[in-house]
């Protein structure tokens, strides 16, 4: 293949991808506005200006393999209206001569996009969550997400917190629960704030325990400050961030699935966040690869309408997948890296079986 054909066609995927990309996020975002206007009503321009260019960041990268996919087949569908493809095949260019740049270009586009949301999608999440919030008192979910009542095991205890926890570490609003070898109550310790002093010691202020003897008898002990040793823990083991683990970096997603893991809390979504920072991105190359086996096939005619009624049928069917992998893996029925990933092989699988078949392979009578 020649520099100047690969390019010619690069540059008209891209061009397309940018189209299509830009297209579908006005879309979104002006039905959104529209669905949330009765909102925006008795607000500031500037504040709803600022809500939406956030929303804007993420929707760019929500909706990108969207357009990846689109792009990809309306680049074949302008080549044969062209009658470009047609040129291409008398000189004895094969499939491969089309799918090549749009898949190089479409890999390029994928890894700007892992590191888009790393660097920018995770901050305009967060912003726009308090943005609605803080401006427009839209909580939506926000309390699930940023003020969850959390429950921890730590060796023979249980560690509930109910309230925030400061910038220092310290945490508010404790109840510590040890339990006996025959997990029946030993004790039960409400405090004010619990405070780390270095390896597995802890400082509970204001704290009030009642200890339950084997016999039913009970006492009560006050205490300003109140120490004790939960074991297997660390001054870490209540570091837990609040927020959607979409929002987070991979490193803090990394420590949140260690920390959560080691006192007991789920960890599903967390591993889902991880897996879908690669495969999100890479989803819209595994689509772009269908599209254009879709667009390719034999005696399909080159119109772009039909190209996009395709790519957005398929755009549907994808986004229910994940939607439905997703509730399977809260669910704990399926791993996370299954739901991340399957979408992507099954669209691989689906590509190459249609190429196989306008190929012939996989139907040795078929004419091309």
Known sequence: MSGTLFRLIA?????????????????YLVADFGDRLNVFLNHPVAHVAELYWYKSLMTLHQLSPAAMLLAAGATVSVLRK???????QALGASRWTVVTPVLVSASIVAVGL??????????????????????FG????????YFPKQWFRVGDAIVHVRGATEDSGRLREITVYRLRSNFTLDSRIDADALESRGGSTWALF??????????????????????I???????????????????????????????????GLPVERFWLAMHNRFAYPLLGVAAALLAM????????????????????LVSLALFAFMLMGKALVLGEHIAPGVAAWAPIVGLLLLGFGLWGWAEGQLRPSARR
């Not at 888009?116 to 803080?134: C, H, I, P, S, Y």
């Not at 839209?138 to 997400?145: E, V």
């Not at 040793?229 to 683990?245: A, K, V, W, Y």
């Not at 086996?293 to 957005?312: F, K, Q, V, W, Y």
């Open 11 to 27: 540059k008209l995927y891209l061009g397309l991808f940018g189209l299509a990309l830009v297209g579908v996020t006005l879309v």
């Open 82 to 88: 062209r009658a470009e493809w047609t040129a291409m």
């Open 114 to 135: 892992m590191l888009f949301d790393e660097l920018v999608v995770t901050k305009a999440g967060e912003r726009v969550d308090g943005l609605m919030v803080n401006r």
């Open 138 to 145: 839209r909580w939506g979910d926000y309390g699930f997400f």
């Open 206 to 227: 204001d704290a009030v325990e009642r200890r339950f003897d084997a016999d039913g008898s009970s006492t009560l002990v006050r205490a300003a400050e109140l120490r």
């Open 229 to 263: 040793t939960l074991q297997g823990s660390d001054p870490r083991t209540f570091s837990i961030r609040q927020g959607r683990p979409e929002q987070m970096p991979l490193a803090d997603l990394r420590a949140q699935q260690v920390i959560r893991a080691k006192v």
């Open 293 to 312: 086996s879709l667009a390719l096939r034999p005696n399909r005619r080159g119109h772009l309408t039909l190209a996009l009624i395709e790519g957005l």
